[in-house]
């Protein structure tokens, strides 16, 4: 299993956001920056736009989960500190990397633009901003293409207990569970996907693949149903059933051309199953893949012909 944390440049966790004076400064921003970036925040008590930008820097500080840390300088008790580094209004927030300043900005910013300035602190020492995570789900998903959807379903897990809200780590992990072919385990993990990421891409996609090997199970010998085909065209449940079994047999083409077929001769069979399993296998196969651009676009053609 892929180990998780690879991000070369991290900090321990629970050592992201520090207090830090004169007698500190060295160790905590210019050696420390030898290893991963330094966010230095300038404020002071008085200082209104200081309270609003502070704790929404932490937060994109913390989130970041040691891809980048934050020292918090008081002004008033680090003159000298502000001095030779001409600060003259606050709040004032430099980023150095590899002991010198790389970017900075002065006064307060929107959330969006204090996320993107995080982003491109940690970019620019070349690290994640999310920590690893995302090289982490890369390597989930190529185990999982690869076969090994054991070693796959260990790495989402590990992923989701450092981010329980990573929508991609959800879907791979249902999705890995189906490869395993234990879909109460994979419906156990669609269950456990938090409310408002039910409704994203890779949730959705994982969820339509779990409702098709459920159909699977059930999907009759594939020569059989072609034999029935074959022998009545208009039987459009002997047709639905031979697209099911060919989809779980992985010819997903030959699927889609079976529903649209069947859509073609019954638009509004079984109230419009043949449609609703299109789109189910449309969501459960990737965008890019040629099976859906073909498939859409001839569903597309016969719906407004």
Aim: glycine share 8%; proline share 5%; charged share 25%.
């Amino acid at each position: 299993m892929l180990e998780l944390g690879g991000n070369t440049n991290a900090a321990p966790k629970g050592d992201y956001v520090k207090d830090v004076n004169e007698a500190n400064f060295m160790a905590e921003v210019i050696e420390k920056s030898q290893e991963v970036p330094v966010i230095v925040d300038f404020w002071a008590p008085w200082c209104g736009p200081c309270r609003q930008l502070g704790p929404a820097l932490e937060a994109e500080v913390e989130a970041a989960k040691g891809a980048v840390v934050m020292a918090k300088v008081n002004v008033d008790e680090n003159q000298m500190i502000a001095g030779q580094l001409r600060i003259q209004s606050i709040p004032t927030v430099y980023a150095f990397w590899q002991g010198q300043p790389v970017d900075g900005f002065q006064g307060a910013l929107p959330g969006s633009e204090i996320k993107n300035f995080v982003a491109k602190v940690i970019e620019a020492a070349g690290g994640s901003a999310d920590g690893g995570l995302s090289e982490a789900v890369e390597a989930a998903e190529a185990m999982l293409a690869e076969g090994a959807a054991e070693d796959a379903a260990e790495t989402f897990a590990a992923i989701l207990e450092e981010d329980p809200e990573l929508a991609e780590a959800h879907g791979g992990l249902i999705r890995a569970r189906i490869a395993l072919d234990d879909l109460d385990a994979a419906g156990a993990a669609l269950a456990a996907v938090p409310a408002k990421l039910a409704d994203t891409a890779p949730v959705e996609a994982a969820r339509a693949q779990l409702d098709l090997a459920k159909q699977a199970q059930s999907a009759g010998p594939a020569d059989d149903l072609k034999a029935k085909v074959e022998a009545n065209p208009d039987d459009h449940q002997a047709r639905f059933d031979y697209a099911q079994a060919l989809y779980a047999a992985g010819n997903a083409e030959e699927a889609v051309d079976q529903l649209l077929e069947l859509f073609r001769r019954d638009r509004e069979w079984d109230n419009g199953a043949a449609k609703t399993q299109l789109f189910t296998i449309f969501d459960a196969l990737k965008p890019t893949d040629p099976v859906v651009a073909k498939g859409r676009r001839k569903l597309s053609s016969m719906i407004f012909a």
